[in-house]
């Protein structure tokens, strides 16, 4: 084969006599010139031959490569099984083996630390400013510290890509969605502060701030136009929740364009249906807490300023009604209804039907009633008011009837019963137990008169029930169940409230008490306000009895 020779021209000095001058001249000499080699029999026999047995030398290579690679596929796959095993390298093992061993040992540690910086990033890591990759480096930094078995590291490389992948796309959707709600947040902000300056001045919302609001936001937030959908109407639902139904018609509108209106999309008119409905209950709910408010303050002023008009009525019944004239003309009552409720009160007040006495008086009335020993000639004659008369009138004639159809029937009289011993042994006895006594510790007689009317309860009571008895002895019964419950009934502080705090006062009228307390002879607060609380209880008991 021909080889290439480089030559190249070149300069020399060629030197002459001294006194000749020092000159240059130019030497050819051969360049770029073939060279062929000359030819030797016995290297071409050799290359022939090497040519001939070539192919079956490259067939045999590859062969024995081929099962090499197999053999050391086994000792791999082997060092990886003896380490998922937890079995330990045994000497002399081959090289390949020793590799898969070390790869596997590699992948659990790689497991393992992917595991702690995964819990890490869920307890110590700020999702929403911290640096990823600082984190996740300094992390496997640590573990991987002091670790020069290559095997090893190729089977932890094997693992840890994927799992910081996983985290990282994690970590970034949970920034991304929070940029997505920081900006819609922003956005519904905007929203709300406008819409709401003209909800809060009565005035419709013009289209221009939709259109506006809706561009701005596609403009610089990309927002589309559904979403701005979704937004519009969570910024209305949360103002229209506070009773502004009227917020909704704004979606009604035709569109500046001439397209319908938001409320005209099929998906979304019956939301808005049900957020105005919703709305509108919202408004007639806080409408009616505020006229019971108002009604309420309004009521207090006006119980406040006849407190003492009341307690004037049982004493002094023409002061009290001047008084209230005077409070009527100087408008305490700014409703037709107002007047009409107070006007009835203090007529009733200043007419009350029935004293404790013609209370108590009625009860031994209805009693002979029921015994057969009151006719109705005692009845109109009692000192008792006329709807006392006109209601016991009425019960005389019911008892009467009865018994003449029991007579009609040939029955016994029901009335019977009460000729007995046992019928006068129970009676007695439960005007023994429940019998009034007077107390120094009752000064105004609250306890005495509470008692009383108790023990006349109780007798009509067992008058009544004892019609229905068919065996005399059976009445002692009766009168001792009855006795024991309104002596238990006493006990009660709801019902013995006045008797209660009756024990504790020593002054009889409000009167009294301001003068004392004017005068300093009532110091002590709480003796005062227990004063006040009996005073307003008597007050509720009397206005009862006016009903």
């Not at 030819?39 to 050799?46: A, I, T």
């Not at 061993?101 to 590699?106: K, T």
């Not at 940029?179 to 929203?191: G, R, S, Y």
């Not at 005068?519 to 009862?544: C, I, K, M």
Request: glycine content about 6%; proline content about 5%.
């Amino acid at each position: 084969m021909p080889r290439e020779v480089r030559t190249s021209i070149d300069t020399r000095q060629v030197l002459t006599p001294i006194s000749a001058p020092r000159v240059t001249q130019v030497v050819a000499q051969p360049t770029n010139q073939l060279v062929t080699p000359a030819v030797d029999p016995e290297l071409n026999g050799l290359i022939h031959g090497l040519a001939t047995i070539s192919p079956s030398l490259q067939q045999y290579a590859y062969a024995t490569r081929f099962e090499q690679a197999k053999d050391n596929e086994k000792q791999i796959a082997a060092g990886a099984a003896a380490k998922a095993q937890g079995k330990d390298i045994p000497p002399g093992s081959p090289e390949y083996f020793k590799h898969g061993y070390m790869v596997q040992a590699g992948q659990i540690g790689a497991e393992q630390a992917a595991n702690e910086f995964t819990n890490r990033i869920q307890t110590e890591f700020d999702w929403d400013t911290g640096d990823l990759n600082k984190f996740t480096k300094d992390h496997f930094s640590q573990d991987t510290k002091g670790i020069t078995d290559e095997s090893y590291l190729e089977g932890y490389n094997q693992v840890i890509p994927k799992r910081i992948e996983a985290v990282q796309a994690g970590v970034l959707k949970h920034r991304s969605e929070a940029l997505v709600a920081k900006t819609e947040a922003n956005a519904m902000v905007k929203l709300d502060r406008d819409m709401r300056a003209y909800v809060e001045n009565g005035e419709a919302i013009p289209d221009v701030v939709f259109d506006t609001h809706r561009k701005d936001l596609k403009d610089a937030f990309g927002i589309s136009g559904s979403r701005f959908n979704e937004l519009l109407f969570a910024s209305m639902k949360r103002i229209g929740d506070d009773g502004n139904y009227a917020i909704y018609e704004a979606l009604k509108k035709p569109k500046p364009d001439g397209t319908p209106g938001m409320y005209y999309i099929p998906a979304w008119k019956e939301k808005i249906d049900q957020a105005q409905i919703h709305s509108q209950n919202v408004y007639l709910q806080k409408r009616s807490q505020a006229d019971a408010s108002l009604k309420k303050e309004r009521e207090d002023k006006q119980d406040t300023a006849l407190y003492d008009v009341f307690l004037k009525m049982d004493t002094d019944p023409a002061s009290a009604r001047m008084e209230y004239s005077r409070l009527r003309s100087e408008g305490l009552f700014s409703r037709a209804s107002d007047l009409i409720n107070w006007d009835t009160k203090i007529n009733a007040a200043s007419k009350r039907e029935a004293s404790a006495e013609q209370q108590d008086h009625e009860v031994t009335l209805q009693q002979g009633i029921y015994t057969g020993k009151v006719r109705p000639q005692q009845i109109v004659q009692a000192d008792i008011t006329p709807a006392q008369k006109r209601s016991l009138m009425t019960e005389w004639r019911q008892v009467t009837n009865d018994a003449r159809q029991a007579a009609a029937a040939g029955q016994t009289a029901a009335n019977s019963i009460y000729r007995t011993q046992d019928f006068r042994s129970g009676e007695t006895y439960i005007e023994t137990v429940l019998r009034p006594q007077a107390s120094p510790l009752d000064p105004m007689g609250i306890g005495t008169e509470f008692a009383r009317q108790q023990m006349a309860t109780a007798r009509k009571e067992f008058t009544i029930r004892a019609r229905e008895i068919k065996k005399p002895h059976e009445l002692q019964e009766l009168a001792s169940e009855i006795a024991t419950r309104f002596l238990d009934r006493r006990k009660d502080p709801r019902v013995n409230q006045e008797v209660e705090m009756a024990g504790s006062l020593r002054y009889s009228t409000l009167e009294e008490l301001k003068a004392a307390s004017d005068a300093g002879l009532l110091t002590d607060p709480v003796e005062f306000e227990n004063h006040l609380r009996y005073f307003r209880a008597a007050q509720s008991r009397d206005s009862r009895k006016a009903r």
